[in-house]
């Protein structure tokens, strides 16, 4: 029987940025996961940017985001030789009425991130009639080679167990519990993603599903300068290829891509571009979303046993590695989580 002191469930971007910290603190720690090509972290666009376009502020708490998100994606990819954060300005698309706002958070707290302001946007493959704001630093984080990668590392060095975990194979004991039948472990850590909605112990806490859909589309000529953002994003993958996404369902909750998710896509797409395009390929994933849009970390209050780190949500690459620190100090300090994440707040 293996045996451990933290057994982390799921290796997605909030397992594999868990698993990173628990590492570089020496921590003795497993993983269990089974494969699905359908989890977020294999679908997600990965984008990040340090402004809410909804406001024009500056990202909540950016400052302390984006050093951990640098430090943290620049050790993960020297440890498993992959590279995985792709640093690009984003193109943000606007209509020529909204450019009194842009100037205003140009001169805001927000106008760091804002490099410049274009009253008519000229790049090739964007129609016409736009203004546009650049926005730096900005870029995205190829989430699946990110999980494949680490899950690569963790294999080869005995720290996953490839099988899925059966909730009523957890055996409670008075020094731990006993996972699956073959793994005692002191305390677990899920970090499952959206499986978390049925959790018999987490399930309650704020969780909701929603399902996103994106496409893959290749576009010769297109300028690969910039994320561009209008209704969608369109972000450069290279050799003529984009990604584009994301669609919001909150009432198909399945693993299956739509061609009504499709066609809402290209109707967004069209808006922007002047450029023929082929669609490569179409996908679909489930996301876990929380009630307040926080991530959920902690211990339950009633199974001190079991913690929980999961609803990094639709910015989880740009929160993730911060709240991994957070969640490593709790598990190994006791360092107390912010009010804002703790899981008590739905309990």
């Not at 606007?94 to 450019?99: G, K, L, S």
């Not at 909701?208 to 910039?226: A, M, R």
Request: proline share 5%.
């Amino acid at each position: 029987m293996k045996t451990t002191k933290y057994l982390i469930i799921g290796q997605g971007l909030a397992g594999a940025l868990l698993g990173a910290k628990l590492l570089e603190r020496e921590a003795e720690f497993l993983i269990m996961d089974a494969f699905s090509p359908h989890a977020a972290s294999q679908v997600a666009g990965g984008a990040f940017i340090p402004i809410v376009f909804r406001t024009l502020k500056k990202a909540e708490m950016i400052d302390e985001y984006l050093p951990a998100l640098f430090n943290t994606y620049d050790s993960l990819e020297k440890l498993t030789g992959k590279k995985f954060l792709h640093m690009i300005p984003s193109l943000k698309l606007f209509n020529r009425d909204d450019i009194h706002k842009w100037q205003a958070a140009k001169k805001s707290t927000a106008g760091e991130f804002i490099k410049d302001l274009h009253s008519q946007v000229d790049i090739s493959g964007v129609k016409p009639g736009f203004c546009g704001a650049v926005i730096e630093p900005s870029g995205w984080v190829d989430t699946k080679l990110l999980t494949a990668g680490m899950g690569e590392w963790f294999l080869k060095n005995n720290l996953l167990i490839q099988e899925k975990l059966d909730y009523n194979r957890i055996e409670f004991k008075k020094d731990g519990m006993i996972v699956n039948g073959r793994i005692k472990a002191e305390k677990i850590i899920f970090c499952e993603g959206a499986g978390a909605f049925h959790n018999p112990w987490f399930g309650n806490a704020g969780f909701s599903l929603n399902k996103g859909e994106i496409l893959e589309i290749e576009v010769p000529g297109l300028n690969d300068d910039y994320i561009i953002r209008g209704d969608v994003f369109v972000m450069p993958l290279g050799n003529n290829r984009f990604r584009v996404g994301a669609t919001y369902d909150q009432n198909n909750i399945d693993h299956y891509p739509t061609e009504a998710g499709k066609q809402q896509l290209l109707q967004k797409l069209d808006a922007i571009l002047s450029l023929p395009f082929k669609v490569v390929s179409h996908h679909a994933g489930i996301r876990p979303s929380i009630k307040d849009r926080k991530p959920v970390m902690g211990a339950h209050p009633h199974f001190p046993q079991l913690f929980i780190f999961n609803g990094l949500g639709s910015k989880g690459v740009l929160y993730g590695p911060y709240r991994a620190i957070e969640m490593a100090d709790f598990l190994l300090h006791g360092k107390a989580l912010p009010a804002m994440v703790d899981v008590n707040r739905y309990f």
